[in-house]
């Protein structure tokens, strides 16, 4: 088996892997970065509906069992960027209130070790990585900032900027969506298009971690990219105490990566599949598990989608996703309870309303789905969802992953979804369909290789290192102890500059 030494190793690309790995690039520390998959491929296919939603063109083949022991294909792309490459780019920073304890319908969404404040400056420093563009005081739940946004807000389309209007009108406080996006409307940039979410960006403007961090690390003489490598399990030293290396397999053959560092970020269900797996007779629960929490406490947000038509007047926008609405995210209309939040979404094309439409939907010919969605209004409906130590990730005796989701707060989410319906029919929009993953939701995933402070409760200490074993650190949604009701993506990254100018300051002086 072929050995490599490195300074650090870095596993995964996504927000947290392909962060960190640019933060620590100039460190001059002699850095290997791992990824499972390989680039995403610029090519015409990236914004065609047929080839991402119908044939699945950039996701993972690989099938998870639920806790019935049936198989269910997740949301998961394994590729440099990780998910980042097919996010809507919606990068919201957490509310101050969710690093606080919060009394929901179903229990309390926990305290974080860190306040808002801790994190806010590398808030700031994520902003302008990720280049995200939004306006500061038309949320009621916005944070203090100590600066504005590095960039204006994407302009509402005239159709859109009615709606907003009229949101007005009704009391409400449509705020923009904060959004990372190179260079929208300028030569070379985003063109606004209507294939955003959940497509990759063929001219490369959206920011995700592939463009923004990945290739800038890799271009540097200190910094080594293996693609198609998977990190088959961690090997520690007899003690037990300290990671001695991983075991790759890349292009049929097993490398032996030897390094006094590791850092693993392979988003929170594969993170804690990995220490699982990577059971010894020292630590037979998996590693870093004395807390007995490696796997448990998995969160994804409630996410419904929602679209309602203008069948009169249409919809003619084509970047339809510039406004939320958080007027419900701390409380309710009719009770002291968070609901959560209201976000338009990019544009459905009706081959994606076909795919999702019931058994009977799918004899209705392609066109009556065009003529709907081309009249659609699209929202996404998103609540919080709760830690319970029987939502967990396992691997079963072939090392296969096992998800197992109860969701939490459905009540409080259903009541937010009845809000949006009445919200969107004062808007004049009719016929409200609704779409829901449920508890087969991977997006977002989050909660499984919690942080804090006392590690009978924890797994990782406030900078996502593992209590037991010094040289390990886990930066991805893994670290979550609460999923809150925004988009993770921001705080990831925040976290993991974070986490790098620790590392640079404790292990690379």
Not at 19 to 41: D, K, N, Q, Y
Request: charged content about 20%; aromatic content about 8%.
């Amino acid at each position: 088996m072929p050995k490599e030494h490195f300074d650090i190793v870095v596993i995964g690309t996504g927000a947290g892997g392909g962060t960190i790995a640019r933060a620590l690039a100039e460190s001059g520390a002699r850095m290997l970065v791992l990824e499972r998959g390989s680039f995403v491929p610029q090519e015409d296919q990236n914004w065609s509906p047929e080839e991402v939603w119908k044939h699945r063109r950039y996701r993972t083949t690989e099938q998870w069992l639920d806790d019935r022991g049936r198989e269910f294909l997740p949301y998961a792309h394994y590729c440099v960027g990780g998910n980042t490459k097919f996010w809507g780019s919606v990068l919201y920073r957490l509310r101050r209130e969710d690093f606080q304890a919060v009394e929901h319908v179903d229990g309390v969404s926990p305290e974080w070790p860190i306040d808002y404040e801790t994190l806010e400056p590398y808030y700031e420093q994520a902003e302008r990585l990720f280049q995200v563009h939004g306006g500061w005081g038309e949320d009621p739940t916005e944070p203090p900032r100590r600066a504005p946004y590095p960039h204006a807000p994407i302009p509402h389309g005239p159709t859109m900027e009615g709606v907003v209007r009229q949101l007005r009108e009704q009391g409400l406080h449509p705020s923009p969506l904060p959004l990372g996006l190179i260079k929208p409307g300028e030569p070379g940039g985003c063109v606004l298009c209507n294939t955003c979410n959940s497509f990759p960006c063929r001219v490369h403007a959206k920011s995700d971690t592939d463009v923004l961090c990945v290739r800038r690390a890799a271009s540097r003489s200190n910094v080594t990219l293996w693609t198609d490598a998977f990190a088959r399990r961690l090997v520690t030293k007899r003690s037990g105490k300290a990671i001695e290396a991983v075991e790759v397999e890349r292009a049929g053959e097993l490398h032996l990566v030897k390094a006094p560092l590791f850092i693993v970020s392979c988003g929170a269900v594969n993170s804690a599949a990995l220490l699982l797996r990577s059971a010894t007779e020292v630590h037979p629960d998996g590693l870093a598990n004395s807390s007995g929490l490696v796997g448990r406490r998995y969160m994804a947000h409630l996410a419904t989608m929602i679209e309602a038509i203008d069948p009169v007047q249409g919809n003619d926008t084509t970047f339809q996703k510039t406004v939320a609405i958080n007027d419900y995210y701390l409380r309710g209309p009719h009770s002291n309870y968070p609901l959560g939040q209201i976000q338009a979404q990019g544009r459905t094309h009706g081959l994606m309303a076909k795919l999702h439409a019931p058994w009977w939907g799918r004899w209705i010919p392609l066109p009556i789905y065009e003529w709907w969605v081309a009249r659609g209004f699209d929202w996404l409906v998103m609540s919080e969802d709760l830690p319970r130590d029987d939502n967990w990730v396992k691997v079963d005796g072939a090392g296969r992953i096992v998800l197992r989701y109860r969701q939490t707060n459905v009540r409080t989410h259903l009541e937010l979804v009845a809000e949006t319906r009445r919200i969107l029919s004062r808007l004049g929009l009719r016929f409200p369909v609704t779409h829901s993953l449920g508890t087969s939701n991977t997006t977002h995933q989050c909660g499984t290789i919690v942080f804090g402070t006392d590690q009978r409760t924890s797994v990782l200490d406030p900078f996502c290192r593992a209590h037991d074993i010094p040289n390990l650190f886990v930066v991805d949604a893994s670290f979550f102890p609460s999923s809150a009701a925004v988009n993770p993506g921001l705080t990831i990254v925040a976290q993991a500059l974070r986490v790098a100018e620790h590392i640079q300051d404790t292990e690379l002086t």
